[in-house]
């Protein structure tokens, strides 16, 4: 991708650019992929076997999983597939993690807060962890292999709104806008010539022709607005009623919708993308049956971790156990607080990644108010505000109820709304939430549930970051002893579910290798 | 949107530009809006209500509708909400007219072809008329108020591929090529100094922003390449293993896939789109069930149309049907070709729209390869090919068995296909694919079928095309004595079915008061 000349600032570039569209896991992707970060396993993944063991006239062994999240669950489903004598423990009182849906019947708690209990009618979930899967994630052929119906996720929609300093504007009418003019001023300069030199004439011809199209411009190459903007009432009999003129260039730039319109080019965002039917616990739901539920042990805090040459020994609240080998698929930030004899160079490299708050809200509404008078079905409204987001749901249009996620938002704002009590962060997103829907965003509200992810016990973040790229991520790539260390935030796809199983995959891969290896 | 300066060249452009993007539909819209075209009925739909002659203490009137197709149904259904007594005459064997989806035991018949047996296997189905609904559409009303569950049609996929002069590529990285050389041209411009008079610093400063965000340029304002295009390997523990470095400009100008990357730009198509649960007809189910089926006479061609002062006389295979009035939903072109007393105007307008030949086949595969090997879930391929379109489809994810739509094209083109048998338009349906998809594009096939709507017997076409602005289309708007016309080719909405609805809600209202006034 990157050529000799001038690399390194074009990579740096590029990674700005990544940052911004994609967050840290796009950004931890690209230094891979431009030589930047440590390439780890890039082989096919090849579950073991119970044939591996049989055939070889040998034992698999046991291991000891700590934390039964996603990538927990995955190497306890991975492994057991060969046989693996596999027991997680689980400080929590359910197995999950961040894959947490949340229903009518369950109870929120959080450190130094409240708890809250869920009232959502029959059938209304609120996905309070991951939402949403690409499709060239290693989740979806999970849900295919379990059986785990899947459905579309609405990522962007032309008909949600982007709100920007005070402003709200259909996303589609800021893209047109913000596309016509692009085109206009391109098309002009190549126009006067100014391009003579850089372009050959048929390529000036090939470019406007798109320029054309891209901005939906006249013959003389003016932006003067277009169809693609949207109407205040839609062709019918009669070709609808257009919306008020556009506004000028300096006014769409001023208008600052730019970040909004590209928030789906990225690789990890990209239409379309996936929910599992019905929640995205479903994959913890059917993880935990095909794991056995009798080898999850909640509730079970680990307090001691060590390695010895025959073993492993993990004390935790509920006692001590022994095993052949040890995953430890905690956060960095939990683990690194866990006494153990791994070394100081691990204690080092798991204090180095960074925590980051991220915190969601679902707002159960009596009525779907955004499907009948926004026609908004689906999607996702972007915001300057600090509720950052407003997310539509993508699934049982037309149902009754509905459920928004009223904010999703990461880092001060994350940390701003989880300081507040539960009631307040519901008031103060309905409030945010009025500023783009007007009234009805406050009335029919039948229930809400919110979480900080960052004031989750035994999680205590949204996911990672890490500082700089940094040589503890290698490190602990690799086992220390009898100890493997899974995660999302081990991967290049950190705050992803599919992190966290490619993770667990690797370390299966490598654990596997070594137990067959073993004399 | 226009001023009065240059008006009229602006006015042509934005035609050009929609009609390419959009079709027909999206052209006589932007007419519409341009003022170009007539204004038809623009308030609100009030349904007719049993109350509207029970409190005057009048009766309803008869009505007999030609033409049992969306139109046709629509008609009924809200007439029959008031207690109009209706009768459907429907020439085809069943109701639906071009909503039609074909599923495992139906029969395909054409005008000179062999017959078709569709041995489509559980659960697959193949819509062969509309496919995809916009979210402002009434259609979507429709749905909702006839209980009919709706899901996410995938529209826009970026790991689709485009297809263009012998090159296949994923939508991802035509998009993010061709932005890319976009946003570099022109931020070099705005540094070069050349655009200082146009913009002022302020505005040079924020454009500058837009553009590294959309071309996700380097600092230098550079194009090399982004995540944004896909990967070889996608991240996942590493950072993934990137594609081949992009082409240069010219080389991305030359490849002309800028066609291809914009479809999705018009309202009309704009993500998210949506699409039945278990395929469209049900559409078509709902609305016999609550007009009634008794009230549709199938196998009745009408043969005569007469229009009295005290009523209708329609003459038809089966006998005489008389009534108080008439709405005639029948494709222009045919209802042409219907002798009647409405005029010399009348039958001069009648003939006046061009049929527009349309076809599809949907393949049906042993196993979806498309998701499994090319992680393409929903979404359409762009082609230069006369296949033009690949649909995947967008629901049932992860099924054993799939149905691909394995071209979908219009004009020259469908006319080429409709001329072969169904075995050659398989044949060269599954040729042309394999340019895209390789050898697996052939095999695993377990059935086909495929549909010449042009050669379909009462329909004759896909839709319409209005040669110019006429003033043909407003005297059909009226009624021509008691016969009222209606259809999506008497609307802004032309080949879709919410045209079909649209005009029908205008007949109803217009023919409701009418009888309302009449003594």
Redesign the interface.
């Known amino acids: 991708?990157?050529?000799g000349k001038?690399a390194a600032?074009?990579?740096?570039?590029?990674l700005?650019?990544?940052g911004?569209?994609?967050g840290a896991?796009?950004m931890?992707?690209?230094?891979?992929?431009?030589g930047l970060?440590?390439?780890?396993?890039?082989k096919e993944f090849t579950p073991p076997r119970a044939g591996d063991f049989t055939l070889r006239g040998k034992a698999s062994a046991s291991v000891v999983i700590l934390g039964a999240g996603v990538a927990g669950l995955t190497a306890a489903y991975e492994l057991g597939k060969a046989g693996y004598d596999c027991t997680l423990l689980e400080a929590r009182p359910k197995a999950g993690g961040r894959n947490l849906t949340l229903r009518g019947g369950d109870r929120v708690t959080e450190l130094n807060g409240p708890p809250q209990e869920v009232t959502f009618g029959e059938g209304v979930y609120f996905n309070a962890g991951p939402g949403r899967i690409a499709?060239?994630?290693?989740t979806?052929d999970y849900?295919?292999e379990l059986g785990i119906?899947?459905?579309?996720f609405?990522n962007?929609?032309?008909?949600a709104y982007v709100h920007v300093e005070n402003r709200t504007v259909r996303a589609?009418t800021a893209?047109?806008d913000?596309?016509g003019y692009?085109a206009e001023?391109?098309a002009k300069?190549t126009d006067?010539g100014?391009?003579n030199r850089?372009?050959?004439r048929d390529?000036r011809e090939?470019?406007l022709?798109?320029?054309?199209?891209?901005g939906?411009?006249?013959?003389?190459h003016?932006y003067?607005?277009?169809?693609?903007?949207?109407?205040e009432?839609?062709?019918?009999?009669?070709?609808?009623?257009?919306l008020d003129?556009p506004g000028t260039?300096?006014q769409v730039?001023?208008a600052?919708t730019?970040?909004a319109i590209?928030n789906d080019?990225?690789?990890e965002q990209?239409?379309?993308m996936?929910q599992p039917v019905g929640g995205m616990d479903a994959i913890v739901t059917r993880l935990q049956e095909a794991v056995g539920t009798d080898r999850i042990k909640t509730g079970a805090k680990v307090t001691k971790i060590t390695t010895m040459d025959d073993g492993v020994e993990v004390a935790h609240t509920g006692g001590v156990l022994k095993a052949d080998y040890c995953i430890a698929a905690l956060p960095p930030h939990v683990l690194a607080k866990i006494p153990h004899n791994l070394g100081a160079q691990v204690t080092s490299a798991l204090a180095t990644p960074v925590p980051v708050a991220a915190g969601k809200i679902g707002l159960e509404y009596g009525i779907r108010w955004w499907e009948r008078e926004d026609?908004?079905?689906?999607?996702v409204t972007e915001t300057d505000l600090d509720i950052t987001h407003i997310w539509y749901p993508?699934h049982d249009?037309?149902a009754e109820r509905g459920l928004l996620v009223g904010y999703y938002n990461t880092g001060p704002e994350a940390e701003l709304y989880g300081a507040l009590t539960p009631e307040d962060r519901r008031r103060r997103a309905l409030t945010q939430g009025k500023k783009i829907h007007g009234e009805k965003y406050r009335q029919n509200v039948l229930g809400s549930a919110s979480i900080a992810w960052h004031r989750q016990e035994h999680i205590l973040g949204g996911w990672v970051r890490w500082p700089s790229f940094d040589p503890s991520f290698t490190l602990l790539?690799r086992p220390a002893g009898r100890v493997y260390f899974a995660g999302d935030w081990?991967?290049?796809?950190i705050a992803w579910q599919?992190?966290a199983m490619?993770?667990a995959?690797?370390v299966v891969t490598g654990l596997h290798q070594r137990v067959l290896r073993s004399p």
């Open positions: 991708m990157a050529d001038g600032l074009t990579r740096r570039g590029l700005v650019g990544i911004a569209a994609g896991g796009a931890y992707a690209a230094m891979g992929a431009l970060a440590p390439t780890g396993q890039d499709p060239w994630m290693v979806l849900c295919r119906p899947i459905e579309t609405v962007s929609n032309a008909a589609r893209r047109a913000m596309y692009v001023l391109l300069v006067s100014a391009l850089t372009l050959t390529d090939r470019l022709e798109f320029l054309r199209r891209f939906d411009l006249g013959p003389k003016e003067e607005g277009s169809p693609r903007r949207g109407f009432k839609f062709p019918a009999v009669d070709g609808g009623t257009p003129a260039l300096r730039l001023a600052g730019g970040r590209t080019f990225g690789y990209a239409t379309p996936f026609r908004i079905y689906g999607g993508s249009y037309h790539q081990l991967t290049h796809l599919a992190g490619e993770s995959r690797a």
